[in-house]
């Protein structure tokens, strides 16, 4: 915007208005403090929010150009700085809250974006997995993982080429050198490189910490925010064909970590489902990491969705939700199965409230 400019006030004459000035602003400093100090009066208590308010808010499109996004990660501490990763159109990055959006992968050869990740104890650490997670039959395989430490200027390659899929990463909260990856694999066919990879070295080295078999893959991990030796990764047992996807099998489960990733203990019963079930998201939040949710596929060609709930301490899971329509959005007729979930904090009270792209599926308070 241009401003009117202002004429410009001489100099002398504003050293004569103070000048002039200076006898009455002394007689008032006298006179305040001559006059005695008022009262204190209490603080008038804050209103209520009236949560109704939300109700004029509408979800609006901010970008990036391009095809749909398949992952996202923000900065903690900074509202204003996220990263889009695209299923085919590269990873970009907004310092404006999404005003303005810049692409950061045009010059590396590969342009499906699986996962991204930021380390939380520095912001400059900034991860990539390719490989859309979502499997259709027209999607792009990834070609490892990638690793910026200059908050995205520019990239180096660092391994896992083979693994076809990343669906997720997370990074240790002390120690941006520890990293995890969850790898689906090409999903093809029959393979080793898929499982659960971890790096002590900053991506110098990796080693295969959880695998289950050769058709099963794993479809998401998290960590516990407040304990970083406590992880849970689920693993997906599905196949793509030309004329058609298989999801589920024996190979799909819950897997509980308490060691760092040294060693792994699948968690059944309890709860869980007993029959086979396909793929599964998980999330956990710090405000209460005591809970992970499980958004799990179970059913036929369109799956129930279990959003289970478990207390990390305990023993059981608990079915909040078992919505077929929820699974009708996630599975595109079950073979997609583009399940993710995400918890978050409701509000000032102790709660979270549970999302499965954009829908609200249950506000649990406890």
Same mark, same amino acid.
């Given at each position: 915007m241009i401003r009117p400019s202002r004429r410009a006030v001489p100099l002398a004459f504003l050293l004569a208005a103070f000048a002039a000035a200076r006898p009455a602003l002394a007689q008032r400093r006298h006179t305040r403090a001559a006059a005695p100090a008022p009262a204190a009066t209490a603080a008038a208590p804050a209103a209520p929010f009236d949560s109704s308010a939300w109700a004029a808010l509408k979800w609006r499109y901010i970008g990036p150009e391009g095809n749909r996004v398949s992952s996202v990660a923000g900065v903690p501490g900074d509202r204003s700085v996220y990263y889009a990763g695209a299923a085919s159109g590269g990873l970009w990055k907004t310092t404006d809250g999404g005003v303005h959006w810049t692409a950061l992968f045009d010059g590396q050869p590969v342009q499906s974006i699986g996962a991204v990740a930021v380390a939380p104890s520095d912001p400059n650490v900034v991860w990539v997995g390719t490989g859309e997670p979502f499997?259709?039959? *027209?999607?792009? !395989?990834?070609w490892g993982v990638f690793r910026s430490t200059d908050a995205g200027k520019t990239w180096r390659k660092m391994g896992l080429d083979s693994t076809g899929r990343i669906a997720r990463i997370v990074i240790n909260p002390? *120690? /941006?050198?520890?990293?995890? @990856?969850?790898? #689906? $694999?090409? !999903?093809? $066919? /029959? %393979?080793q490189q898929r499982g659960i990879f971890r790096s002590t070295d900053g991506g110098a080295t990796w080693q295969r910490v959880l695998f289950v078999n050769d058709s099963t893959g794993a479809s998401d991990l998290v960590m516990d925010p407040n304990n970083p030796r406590i992880l849970f990764a689920g693993f997906w047992q599905a196949e793509i064909h030309t004329w058609g996807r298989t999801s589920g099998g024996a190979g799909s489960g819950i897997w509980k970590s308490t060691d760092g990733g040294a060693t792994w203990t699948r968690l059944t019963g309890s709860g869980l489902p007993t029959r086979p079930v396909g793929k599964i998201g998980l999330a956990m939040t710090r405000a209460n990491s005591n809970r992970v949710y499980a958004l799990i596929e179970t $059913?036929?060609?369109? /799956?129930?969705? *279990?959003?289970? %709930? +478990? #207390? @990390? =301490? $305990?023993?059981?899971?608990?079915? =909040?939700?078992? %919505? +077929?329509?929820?699974?009708q959005q996630l599975g595109g007729q079950g073979r997609d199965a583009q399940a993710r979930v995400a918890a978050a904090m409701a509000g000032p009270v102790a709660g979270f409230r549970q999302f499965v792209r954009g829908r609200n599926l249950a506000n649990v308070v406890f």
């Open positions: 499997i259709r039959s *027209n999607i792009s !395989m990834g002390a *120690n /941006p050198d520890i990293v995890f @990856v969850a790898a #689906e $694999g090409h !999903m093809y $066919g /029959p %393979q $059913g036929d060609l369109v /799956p129930a969705v *279990n959003i289970a %709930q +478990r #207390e @990390v =301490t $305990g023993s059981d899971f608990a079915p =909040t939700a078992s %919505q +077929r329509d929820v699974a």
